[in-house]
Structures are given as C-alpha cells and as structure tokens.
C-alpha cells in the first residue's frame, strides 16, 4: 500500500511536470512542423489559456479596483476631517462676527446716551418667588454702580439694578411687577406708565394711566419719556399686544411686550446715573426763577 501511494505520488508529480512542457513545446514550435499531438494539445490548451487570460485580468481588475476604493475612502476620510475643521473655524467667526456686531451696536448705543455708563455681560438668569432677575458682571469692577439705575440693551430697556455685590450684580427685569417707568407712544405722543405684571409664565408688561381718549393701537412702540431722570429719553420699552376702550373711566386697558428678548439677552449697559442727583438738578432751575 505505502509503494503504491509512493509510485501515484511519482506519476502525479511527473504529469504536472510534462502537461506544461507539452503545451509550451506546441506553443512555440513553428504551425508546419506540428503533429497531430502537438494540435491536440494545442486545441485542449486554448481554452484554459483563454480562461486563465480571463481569470488573470478578472483579478486584476479586481484587485485595482479594491485598491482604488480604499484610496477613495481614504480620501474621503481625510477630505471629511478637513471640512469638519473648515465648518468648526466658520462657526467660530460667525460667533465672532456676531459679538462683535453686537459690540459695535453696544457702543454705538453708549455713544447715544448723554449720562455716563458701563458695560456688562449676562452670565445668568433667575426666577425667584418675588422677582425676575438677570445676573450681570461688569466689564469694568471699579465702577460704582448702586440699586436703582437703570439697565438698557440696544434692543431696549432691560430693567434696573436690584442689588450689587462687587462685581457681581442682579438686574430687576422690565417685567418683574416692581418695575415701572413713564413712557410716550412713538406714534402719537400719548404718555402711559409701563409697569411689569410679574406673570413668571410669560414676558408682558401693562401700560397704566393711558387717557381714554389717546390713541393708541396694536403695534405701537413705547418710548421712555425721560420724566423723572430715571431713564435716558427714548428708549425703546414694549410694543403694545392688546387694546381694550372702555366706553366709561378715565382709561383704557393696554398691554405690551416688551422689546429686549429676554431670552437672548448677552450684554448690557448700565446707566451711571443716581435718581436723587437728577431730580436736584431738575430743582435748580426752579430755584432760579
């Protein structure tokens, strides 16, 4: 049994030797000088080498293709990571180009008021039982700045300072029910006093002591008058959202919403300006006369 295996062992190895001797030897031998051996061979070789030639390039193909495909997704990998970046560094100056906008728009406000004021920045907002707060920091801790002075944005009035802690202070919302300032309608010089209707559910303001004969409709923009030197003139309050004329009493009912968004608020400004001081100075030329 093991010469038997030894000697198909042998044979096998020799046919694997001489199959590809024969078919290379009709292969290249001259076409006039074949035998009917060498064209046999040469018709049973022609369609494994045809086959073989298929396979190869089969393979080949394939091979370049896979190959291809991973230097694309490569490619697209490291073109990926790159617009990444490219979209973050956007973001970043469109941030950029956002607050310094609003700075600009801060400054160009300051530059509007007469009275002496310093900047803030927002770092967080608070509801409490009594009292709807906004938690400022000043750009500038040196400054005094005490309870009572009023807090403008360059969308409007924010409110008034509540209590200060060194730098740290807390802003009384223009909504908080103990908020109150005069104000004129812009579109007609009606005068009204805004006071805040501390609903903590909604930003809403009511406007007070409005005659019943004044007119006055939705979409009207308040204005602080600047009466009682408390906050500088004209300065955007609330639009008014409801009008209801009563047909008896001295006025009607208004309500209106407030022009800062609360909710987006960022940087405000603080008026330098003490209440007391203001209304001596109003005093004085009444002296005079």
């Known amino acids: 049994m093991g010469s038997f295996r030894r000697y198909r062992d042998i044979a096998i190895v020799v046919l694997l030797l001489a199959v590809p001797f024969f078919f290379l030897r009709a ?52 073109l990926a990571y790159e617009n990444a970046q490219l979209q973050s560094k956007l973001r970043e100056l469109q941030r950029a180009e956002s607050e310094n906008r609003r700075l600009r728009q801060l400054l160009g406000l300051r530059d509007t008021i007469a009275a002496e004021s310093v900047s803030a920045l927002v770092v967080g907002k608070d509801t409490t039982e009594y009292f709807r707060v906004v938690n400022v920091t000043l750009d500038n801790p040196g400054v005094a700045v005490a309870p009572n002075m009023p807090v403008i944005s ?43 209707i501390g609903d903590r559910s909604r930003y809403s303001v009511r406007v007070e002591y409005v005659q019943r004969t004044d007119e006055v409709d939705v979409g009207d923009l308040l204005l602080t008058s600047g009466f009682g030197c408390h906050f500088p003139k004209a300065v955007p309050v609330a639009r008014v959202t409801k009008v209801i004329k009563r047909d008896f009493g001295m006025y009607q009912t208004v309500e209106a919403e407030p022009t800062v968004d609360f ?25 005079q006369r």
């Open 263 to 287: 909710s987006r608020l960022e940087e405000v400004l603080i008026v330098l300006s003490d209440p007391r001081d203001c209304e001596s100075k109003t005093r004085k030329p009444r002296a």
């Open 27 to 78: 292969s290249i031998r001259d076409p006039g000088e074949t035998n009917a051996i060498d064209r046999a061979i040469l018709r049973l070789a022609t369609p494994i080498q045809h086959g073989s030639a298929a396979l190869a390039r089969g393979l080949s193909n394939l091979i370049g293709d896979y190959v291809y495909l991973v230097d694309v997704k490569a490619d697209n990998d490291k």
């Open 154 to 196: 360059v969308q409007g009035a924010v409110g008034k300072v509540l209590r200060v802690a060194g730098d740290k202070i807390d802003v009384m919302l223009a909504v908080d029910s103990g908020f109150g300032v005069d104000v004129v309608i812009e579109r007609t010089g009606a005068r009204g006093f805004v006071r805040g």
